[in-house]
């Protein structure tokens, strides 16, 4: 989608290996997100951040951590990669509050 | 705590065959509820924001509306190229950090046949 960019869109991990997701946006958002996907369960957040360096928890955020140095970029980190975190990973942004997001076209994380 | 449910799961459609999808929601302090289309392998695309009970807005052959407690997305004579997964989502009122997080429902997969 214009304006957002997730990397890398596949990848394959094995279980106990560190990943990091990158989202990057070129709208200066002051608010970004990563949701993940999995059938039955819709989208959920797991972590969010609304400004530089301010980042809080989501509905599932554990065992996965996130930086956010510059406004553009938002990276989401598995620490140990596990079985269940094998899912479609979904990059936001939004303007503020009354605003929709914006999302990215997907990051499909397989972890054997 | 915040809900949205959707329905039906799945809808099949004949070409031109109206049909309605429903959303309900619980929520305290409705900041505003939004349609998003989702295709295959793709992320969502944003439809529409609703923010007050009784509005209604229109793009194409897609009608949504809000009461209190739910909204519609009305479907007339639908095409082929409808066919995706339709996401609602509400937004509460809420100040401080979050400013009120998008809450998903797990969405209504729309099939439309020729």
């Known amino acids: 989608d214009a304006g957002i960019t997730q990397s890398p869109r596949h990848k394959v991990t094995e279980t106990g290996t560190p990943v990091t997701l990158r989202c990057h946006q070129t709208?200066?958002?002051?608010?970004m997100y990563w949701y993940r996907q999995d059938p039955g369960h819709g989208l959920r957040l797991i972590h969010y951040?609304?400004?530089?360096?301010?980042?809080d928890k989501g509905e599932v955020s554990d065992g996965y951590s996130v930086s956010r140095s510059k406004t553009e970029d938002f990276l989401l980190t598995l620490e140990s990669a596990t079985s269940s975190q094998t899912s479609v990973y979904f990059c936001a942004i939004s303007a503020g509050a009354g605003y929709g997001y914006t999302f990215g076209s997907g990051t499909r994380l397989t972890v054997v | 705590e915040d809900q949205v449910t959707q329905s039906p799961e799945a809808l099949r459609l004949q070409e031109g065959e109206s049909s309605s999808l429903n959303c309900s929601y619980t929520v305290s302090g409705l900041r505003g509820l939004f349609w998003y289309r989702q295709d295959p392998g793709k992320g969502p695309e944003f439809l529409f924001t609703l923010y007050s009970a009784g509005e209604e807005k229109e793009k194409e052959r897609l009608k949504a509306t809000l009461t209190k407690k739910e909204s519609f997305l009305h479907i007339t004579a639908p095409k082929p190229e409808d066919s995706a997964t339709y996401l609602c989502?509400?937004?509460?009122?809420?100040?401080?950090?979050?400013?009120?997080?998008?809450?998903f429902g797990k969405g209504t997969k729309l099939s439309v046949k020729p």
């Open positions: 989502a509400v937004q509460a009122m809420r100040y401080g950090g979050s400013q009120g997080n998008l809450i």
């Open positions: 709208e200066n958002h002051r608010y």
């Open positions: 951040s609304y400004g530089v360096k301010d980042t």
